[in-house]
């Protein structure tokens, strides 16, 4: 049995959505924010030495890492969602997996963090505003004809993107970017996201 460990307002809503798509039998607990420091609670730090969402208990072992959990749920439950190996599109779907965590995030958070410096954060913002552009604009300018990422269906690079294209929609807008509104539309519209939400909360 897979056991989701959800952290509420956080991506780890990502992995509930994608366990709803896959439809195999899974277990969640959801854990609750420090409403004074938004911080996860001590106890998922008795799983893991990060104590972050989100968190999966699946074959006697814990998985960490959005990215990585999702390509072990895809790879194992829902292989048509990961282009096969040796293919062009294995290659661009690699290159979404990796550019949502490890590109896409960086500005978002320094945005968050610096954000909370007031003026002393100033002389930052015109990188960071800069390079949130460039990131959403990279974004808007991969989405396919079919309005997905990389495959024509759903695949593992659009459970990844969404979250950075959710927030690309409330730090930025619909008209600057008009296919990134669409795919939220899109992906929010599906039934598994709304059950996630249902079971979730965002
Ligand atoms: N790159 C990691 C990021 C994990 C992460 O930072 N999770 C946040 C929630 S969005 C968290 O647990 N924050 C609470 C805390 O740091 O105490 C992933 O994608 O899983």
New binding site residues.
């Given amino acids: 049995m897979i056991k989701l460990h959800h952290?509420n307002r956080?991506?780890?809503l990502r992995i509930l959505w994608l366990l709803e798509e896959i439809g195999q039998p899974y277990d969640f607990i959801t854990h609750m924010?420090d409403e004074k420091t938004?911080?996860?609670p001590p106890e998922?730090l008795e799983l893991h030495p990060?104590?972050?969402?989100?968190m999966i208990e699946m074959d006697g072992d814990v998985v960490?890492?959005?990215?990585a959990?999702t390509e072990v749920l895809c790879a194992k439950y829902a292989p048509a969602m990961i282009p096969d190996a040796g293919t062009p599109a294995h290659i661009r779907h690699l290159e979404a997996m990796h550019f949502a965590?490890g590109s896409a995030?960086t500005p978002v958070l320094l945005n968050l963090y610096v954000g909370r410096l007031g003026e002393a954060g100033a002389p930052l913002h015109p990188r960071i505003t800069e390079q949130l552009d460039s990131h959403f604009a990279y974004m808007e300018s991969i989405i396919q004809p079919s309005g997905h990422f990389v495959l024509d269906d759903l695949s593992a690079a659009d459970i990844m993107l969404s979250f950075p294209a959710q927030i690309a929609m409330r730090l930025r807008s619909a008209e600057t970017y008009p296919k990134l509104a669409a795919f939220v539309k899109m992906i929010e519209a599906r039934p598994a996201y709304q059950r996630a939400v249902e079971k979730g909360g965002v």
């Fill in positions: 952290l956080s991506r780890s924010r938004n911080l996860a998922l990060l104590g972050k969402s989100p960490i890492e959005s990215g959990i965590e995030m």
